[in-house]
Structures are given as C-alpha cells and as structure tokens.
C-alpha cells in the first residue's frame, strides 16, 4: 500500500478520534459516561443508529455476499421500516416516561429482578459474542494487507477500540458516528463510481446492470415461502420486523444511542430516519459487490480471493495441482469473457434466441468456475486443515487493494475502519452500561459513589473488550461474516423480545410465569439452531428420518413467539395470583 494511502487512512481515523476526545472532555458523571447529556438531534440519533448496526462486517462481508449470491439479502432489511414505527409508537414512550439507563431496568418494574436479570444475561451473552466478531472482520484487512497473523493484527485492533471506548464513553460514540457515516457513505459511493469507470469502454453502464440481471444477481425479491431459505420477502417481513424490534427496541447498544436524545420527539424522528435510509443504503452496499461481479467478468480474478492461502499451498507439495487449476480457471475465464460480450451484443441488438444461448454457455461456464474453485478450496484444507477457506469477505477487500488508484485505497480502508470503531465502541460501551446498572450497581454494590460507579463502568469496558478480543482470536471464519452476527443475534433477539412483548402487551401476566416460559423458548430455540447442521435428524424407535432445517432468521420469530405462547399458557396454569401482581399493577 502506498504512504499516500496510509496517510489518508491514518488522517481520517486520528481526526475522529480527536474529535470524539475533545468533545466529550467535560465527561465527569456516570451519567454523562452512559448516556451522555441527552442533548442530541435526531439526524445525530438517525446517524448514530445507523452507523452502530453498519459495522465493518456490513462493508467487508456485504459486497462479497452479493458477489456470491446476488441481492437477495437486501430482502433481510424489508422489515426494518415497519420496525422502526412500531418502536416509536410503543417502546420509546416508555423508557422516556421511566428515564431509564437500560431497557432491562422497565422489567424488574413490571415483572421483578430474576426477569430482568436474565434478560440482561441474554443481552450480554449475545452482543459479548458478537463484539468478536466485529472485531474479527477488520483484522482480516490487515493481516491481508500487512502480512501479519490473525493473532497479533486482532490484538492491535481490540486493544485500540478499547481505548477509544473507555476515554470516550457514549457521548463520543455518538458525537464521532455521525463523522463516520459520512465517511462511509462517501466512500461506498466513491467505489461504485470508480466500479463503473474501470469497466471496458466499449461497455456501459447499463450493459452491466443487464449482464448481473441476465447471470442471476438482481435476483432481489423471492415470494416462494421456505423456510428453508434464509432469504425471501416472507423471512425479511416476518422474522426480519421481529428480529429488528428485538435489536433496535431491546438491544442496548442501540437504546443507548436514541436514549441521549433531546426529546421523545428527536429520538422518534432518528429512529424513523434510520428505518427510511438504511434499506437505500443496504442496496447501496450490496449493488457494488455486484458491479465487483461484473468488474471480474471482464478482469480475470484470483482463482482464490484469500491470498494468503494460496501463498502456503504454492510451498506446499500441492503447489504443481494449483498450477494446473489456476491454467484451468485462466481457460474458463477467457471463453466465459466472450460469452460475455456474445451476450451483450445480443441484448443490444434484442435477438432473445442469441441471449438465450449466450445465457446456457455462461451458466456452463459459471459452474466450472465454481467447481474449480472448490477443487483450490480442498487443496488448502488438504494442506492446512486450520485454514479457512472460505474466501467470499475477501473479495471487495481485493479489488480495493489491486484495483483503486492511490489515495482512494486509504479513503476506502478508513470507511471500513470507521465502522468497525463506532460499532465495537458502542457495543462495549453498552456492555459495561448493561453489566454497571443491571447487575452491579443494582445487586452487588448497591450504595458507592458517582465516582466508582464511574471507574466501574470504564472497568468493565476493558473487561468486555477482553472477552470480545479473545472471542475473536480464537473464532473461525464462518460462511460469511454478517450472516455471522445475524445468527449470534437471531439465537437470542427473539426470546428477549418475547419477554418485553408480554410486558408490553400481556398484562396478567406475572414474573414467575414469563421467566420459565423465556427459559424453555431459549432452550428450543438453541436446539432447533443445533438441529440444523444435521444431515437428519433421526428417530431409531420408529426407523425414520426428518430432514430438518430452519433458516436463522426464522428463529427471531420462534423465539418471540414461543415466549409469548408458553408465558399466557404458564399463568394460565398458575393461575391470577403469584409474585409479580404487585409489580404489574405498577407496570
């Protein structure tokens, strides 16, 4: 990389990080350092909720899934502006009207500790997981880039954003997330733009879209209902509206963000202005890693995207294979390159016979490239067992570093180093406000000063730092980096949501029976998830078998579901009495 692009990287993150020190200096309260001055706009609120979810992952990982799978997984942000509005009609007005901390603090009210306590539990089991991996994706970059282990490039990354995080507290989270998502959308359209003008002259625009549209990647809504299939209209408006209600309406790090808002007005209209922009901004993200297809459809790509594994095969004694697959895959790319413009002419010239024909030789020619591709994948595993091989979070990443001209290679690295500081920060830094007033300021040191209760807080953010920095030295890659979060998420969002939805909208019901009914949908939840990675899951006693699959974001639903249905079914049982009345009434 050139010293021109480190200094653009290095220049745009050390000023959001001054920026963010400097504007929170007078940060001297606990309450300053959990939920700054509440003295926030909305389109800082909008700003801020966007920039915590867009987290590295969304611009490492999301281009890289539209490479592979097309934009069906635009179809997963269907739900959110539907969120969004039942948010503001019915959660916000009640943590404003309680002037909480943490959501988790409305449920010992309505219910009572052991409710709240588990809620939080599941919070920080899910988000503490889910730190890691935000930590992980930017040190794929690096270690990329630098040629340094996974090890030392996580350690240098965590040990920076617990830093930033501990010094800063929620008011520069806030204040340097609206920095950083003008420098993220700056840059993703920058790439889009510089995608277009390094294709072919002779090929346009529009030539491209229809090339991507023809080989089966606008392939943007699917009505079929499966739910096998973890990307459809009916999983994105069912199980997406329940898993953002869970995230944006239960999640911490994100009521932290609309809780520092002036008013219940200012934080309405960021919530409202985060549900409007982000699906534009999520087909923003994934239509580059599509024209990133159509790029490599015209430039010959790496026959792996993950350098770094080719480099140890070609020392290994399989290095004469790859060879032959890299020539093979050289062949493949050259005729698929002319069916290529064979189909652009025939687009052109509207002859449906032509596109049909160049179509069945591209798919052809599509699925001997993949087929090869696997073949390189085996020989990493078959060289290093270790290794990762699956190369998807690495494709936007390659055409960054190997394509852009100097200067924009920096700017690009900065978008993605701004995203993953203001969502690690925000998540650790909701973490500690969860750990400090759920559990240890409410039941182990109930009666300490502002002070303590300050160096607590910024104590437990190195802790959670800690574990996330550990969470991800030692995770694997998984499919894809941002399916990864989402099924971290979607393994507990619906269980938490269930719980404040009986809360909300079930008022005979007491503390006793929503804690066990939590317990047991969790526990299916989890077992359902697990059942997935059996080929079938076989009952001998009466010599069958069931396939059984269930795409993750289904679980959402499940979970919230099963919450509600075994919570009303327990009282039931339970009868009108029991603990937990008193504290309905009040509720």
């Not at 067992?385 to 979070?393: A, G, I, K, R």
């Not at 009986?502 to 059942?531: H, P, Q, S, T």
Request: charged share 15%.
């Amino acid at each position: 990389m050139h010293l021109i692009d480190w200094l653009v990287m290095a220049g745009t993150l050390l000023f959001i990080v001054a920026y963010g020190t400097w504007k929170t200096r007078s940060v001297s309260s606990v309450k300053s350092y959990l939920l700054g001055d509440k003295d926030l706009p909305w389109w800082t609120i909008g700003l801020s909720i966007m920039a915590t979810q867009a987290s590295a992952i969304t611009f490492l990982s999301t281009p890289g899934q539209a490479f592979d799978d097309g934009m069906r997984f635009a179809q997963f942000y269907f739900g959110m502006p539907v969120a969004m509005v039942i948010l503001c009609v019915f959660f916000l007005p009640v943590y404003y009207r309680l002037n909480v901390y943490t959501a988790y603090e409305y449920l010992e009210g309505r219910f009572d500790l052991k409710t709240r306590s588990l809620t939080a539990f599941l919070f920080l089991l899910s988000r503490g997981l889910a730190a890691g991996i935000t930590i992980y994706a930017p040190a794929i970059i690096l270690s990329t880039i630098l040629g340094w282990s996974l090890f030392w490039t996580n350690l240098v990354i965590g040990l920076l954003v617990i830093f930033y995080t501990v010094v800063g507290g929620t008011k520069a989270v806030s204040v340097t997330q609206k920095q950083q998502m003008i420098i993220i959308l700056t840059g993703m359209f920058v790439a889009a733009v510089m995608l277009v003008l390094k294709l072919p002259s002779d090929v346009s625009f529009g030539d491209a879209v229809a090339v991507a549209g023809k080989m089966g990647k606008l392939n943007v809504v699917d009505f079929e209902f499966d739910l096998s299939n973890r990307y459809t209209f009916w999983s994105g408006m069912l199980g997406g509206v329940f898993l953002f209600l869970s995230y944006f309406g239960t999640d911490q790090s994100q009521v932290q963000r609309y809780l520092s808002g002036k008013s219940l007005a200012e934080s309405r209209l960021g919530l409202l202005f985060n549900g409007i922009i982000k699906v534009p901004m999520q087909f923003l993200v994934l239509f580059v890693g599509i024209l990133v297809f159509v790029f490599f459809q015209f430039v010959r790509p790496p026959v792996h995207f993950n350098n770094a594994n080719l480099e140890k095969v070609e020392q290994s004694a399989y290095a004469g294979t790859l060879a032959a697959l890299d020539s093979q895959h050289e062949d493949v790319f050259s005729q698929k390159q002319e069916s290529v413009r064979e189909l652009i002419g025939a687009m052109r010239s509207e002859d449906e016979a032509g596109i049909e024909v160049a179509q069945q030789q591209l798919a052809g020619f599509m699925q001997q490239e993949a087929s090869i591709r696997q073949e390189v994948k085996a020989l990493i595993h078959f060289t290093d067992p270790n290794l990762e091989t699956e190369d998807n979070d690495y494709v936007f990443i390659t055409f960054v570093i190997h394509y852009l001209p100097i200067g924009l290679v920096g700017l690009l690295l900065a978008v993605i180093f701004s995203a993953a500081m203001s969502s690690t920060s925000s998540e650790l830094n909701a973490l500690a406000t969860t750990t400090v007033i759920d559990f240890y300021r409410r039941s182990i040191r109930t009666r300490e000063t502002d002070r303590h209760y300050l160096h607590a807080s910024k104590g437990f953010t190195v802790m959670w730092g800690a574990l996330a920095l550990l969470f991800a030295m030692f995770a694997s890659l998984f499919d894809n980096l941002i399916e990864a979060v989402n099924i971290v998420g979607s393994l507990f969002y619906g269980t938490i949501l269930g719980i404040f939805l009986v809360a909300f909208f079930f008022r005979k019901v007491r503390a006793d029976a929503v804690f066990l009914a939590a317990l047991v949908a969790e526990f299916l939840v989890i077992c359902i998830y697990l059942m997935g990675f059996l080929d079938a899951f076989r009952f001998p006693f009466l010599w069958m078998s069931l396939q059984f699959y269930i795409a993750y974001l289904w679980l959402n639903l499940i979970g919230c579901t099963l919450v509600v249905v075994f919570a009303v079914y327990l009282q039931f049982l339970m009868g009108g009495g029991g603990r937990g009345a008193v504290a309905a009434s009040r509720g």
